[in-house]
Every structure is written in C-alpha cells, then in structure tokens.
C-alpha cells in the first residue's frame, strides 16, 4: 500500500493552481530571446511596477537572478559584504567566485538583519593587498534564520551606510511577499532601500517555475545579457510567464494561512522531547528547531516520520520544515500527530 505524504521539506514543492494550468496552454507566445514573447514581456512589466523599479528580468531561478546581479554590480577582484548565514552565501553553489570573481565578506547579524556599524566596519578600500567593497547583499525573508522578517528599519540603516560608502545593495527576496505579509510593511518599501532585488514566483506563490530580477533599466537590459551568457536565454517562456502572472495577482494574500499553520505547528511541537524551539520566532512559513533526543538523531527522526507521511529537512543539528499552499489544516494535525507518538 502506497503513502500518501505530507511533503514540509520547502514552499518550493508547491504545484501549481489548475488556473495555472490553463494560463500555461492558453497562453500567447513569442520568442523570449528575440525579445517577443508577449507574456513575458507582460510579466515583467508587472513585476517592475509592484518593486517600483523601471525594468525586470524573467530568469529560470533564484539563484541566476542573484548570480547575474552580483555580475551586473561588480567587477572581478572585488568585494561582496554578505550575512554569515545568507543562503547567497551558503547555498548558491559558490558563484561569487566562480562566474563574479569576487570574494563574499560575511557579517554576523541577529535574525538576518545586520547591525549597519558591522556593516560599515566591512567596507573596504582597494590596495595591492585588499579588494574594494562594491556591493552589500541583503536577504528577506531570511531562510537560514527561519523565515524571520528583516525590519525595513534595518534596511534604511544599512541603505544610509552604502551610500556614505558608494555601495550597491542587492536583495535576495526570495520571500519578500511573505516578509510584508508578515509585517504590514509594503514590498515597495523594501524594494525602495536597494538598488535590485529578485523575488521568486515558484516558492509561496506557487508558480511553477521562476523568478524576477527588478532593477535600473540599464542594468537589466545588461543582466539579459548576462542571463543569455549563463545558459538561460528561454524562447517561448510565455508557457512560464503566464503562472507567474497569477502567482502575483492571486497568491500574494494567501500567504498568511501559511504563516497561521506554520506557527500552530511550531507551538504544538515545542514542549516535545529533543525538540528546541521558541514558537515566539516563528513569524513566517518556515519552522526551524533544534534537535536533541537521547534516543533519536535526526536523520532517524525524519525517518520516522517519513514512515508516518511527513516529509521535512535535516538542517546542521535541527530540521525544518515549511508550510505552503499543498499543506492544509489536515496536513498540520497528521504532523503534530507524527511528533506526538515518536517523542512519547
């Protein structure tokens, strides 16, 4: 007999809506590359008018999107100030310095959000020793710091030291829609504090595919050129685009059901044995605890409960596990089902 899962491993296992579905065979098509797919063209559109920005780049990921601005803002034997636990950083397959050249310089921070005097403290100036700071990477919501909400204050700080410093700031704002769901703070108000942000349409809002780079025009019509050099020039993408249309017009609010369930999940699992968790910070869809049983690891843990239906991720000493729209109500109880009759 087959299982049926519960799959929490991460808000990019989302399927897409039947209206999806439908966009995607109905939908007008071009030649992205020649520059005539007229869904993507309306995507993009879309895209830079809800970050205030005057241009967007449709690209097949999050991570192109972050490697061609790192490569639009910077030049080879630079530097890059990063949070120390930034998923740019940590889990974007070294691009920096593969496709860049230049050398990230982490920063400690408090759930994400870097202390701007740290920041300042990082700018370096060139010599035959030392590469200049070009530009400072932000990230919100912050995946390794489980989802937690960078304030906009935070944003403003660190805007006000690259200024002073003639720096760039990109956003990785993979989730910045659940960001402002969470906090009431518009994306625009973000997105006003950098100078480029990408924002994936295939995680939360449920696209199956992409994500947006928003930018100077300039600069993006330089990052598609970038994109074609980095293998992800698409023909006709409207068939991709056409989700992401929906994704930004009908997915946005829904967020907050992902962030009621992820909490309630994370507050009825918090007393367990071996689970080390304060539900207190659990402000977006993403639940990450740390795990300590005398009987159990973590890999045994999650085998567990893969038996019992649920999916969900090791990270270093703990597991997380994310809410999303193909997770339900019914999804959370077989969940807190699961925790209750391991750890018993």
């Not at 087959?2 to 071009?30: C, H, L, Q, W």
């Not at 100030?81 to 982490?106: A, D, K, L, W």
């Not at 002073?164 to 993979?174: S, T």
């Not at 980095?230 to 017009?249: E, K, N, S, Y």
Request: overall charge neutral; charged content about 25%.
């Amino acid at each position: 007999m087959s299982i049926t899962y519960s799959d929490f491993r991460s808000d990019t296992v989302t399927r897409p809506t039947e209206k999806m579905r439908r966009a995607m065979a109905e939908a007008v098509v071009g030649d992205d590359v020649l520059g005539d797919d007229p869904t993507v063209q309306e995507l993009e559109r879309l895209a830079a008018g809800i970050m205030g920005k005057e241009a967007a780049l449709f690209c097949p990921s999050g991570t192109m999107a972050n490697s061609i601005a790192v490569k639009m803002w910077t030049s080879a034997l630079e530097e890059v100030i990063v949070e120390e636990r930034s998923h740019i950083y940590n889990m974007e397959s070294t691009h920096m310095t593969f496709i860049s050249g230049v050398t990230p310089r982490p920063v400690r921070s408090v759930r994400g959000a870097m202390d701007p005097k740290d920041v300042a403290a990082a700018v370096r100036r060139p010599n035959v020793h030392t590469p200049r700071t070009s530009l400072v990477c932000l990230e919100n919501t912050h995946n390794n710091w489980g989802g937690a909400v960078v304030p906009l204050e935070n944003f403003r700080g660190i805007r006000r030291v690259a200024e002073a410093n003639g720096l760039k700031v990109h956003l990785d704002g993979a989730r910045i829609f659940n960001a402002s769901v969470a906090s009431g703070v518009p994306v625009r108000d973000f997105a006003d504090q950098v100078d480029s942000l990408q924002f994936c349409l295939s995680k939360g809002l449920s696209a199956p595919v992409g994500s947006m780079l928003a930018g100077p025009r300039e600069r993006i019509e330089f990052g598609r050129r970038l994109r074609k050099a980095f293998g992800g020039g698409m023909r006709q993408a409207g068939v991709l685009a056409a989700p992401g249309l929906i994704a930004l017009t009908e997915m946005v609010d829904r967020l907050k059901d992902d962030h009621a369930r992820a909490r309630r999940l994370a507050a009825a699992i918090s007393g367990l044995p071996g689970v080390r968790l304060d539900p207190a910070e659990v402000e977006t869809d993403i639940v990450i605890f740390g795990f300590e049983h005398p009987r159990l690891g973590v890999d045994d843990m999650l085998a567990r409960m893969k038996e019992k239906g649920i999916l969900a991720l090791a990270v270093p000493g703990g597991i997380r596990l994310v809410t999303h729209k193909d997770v339900g109500d019914e999804d959370i109880d077989r969940a807190i089902r699961a925790f209750r009759e391991i750890l018993a």
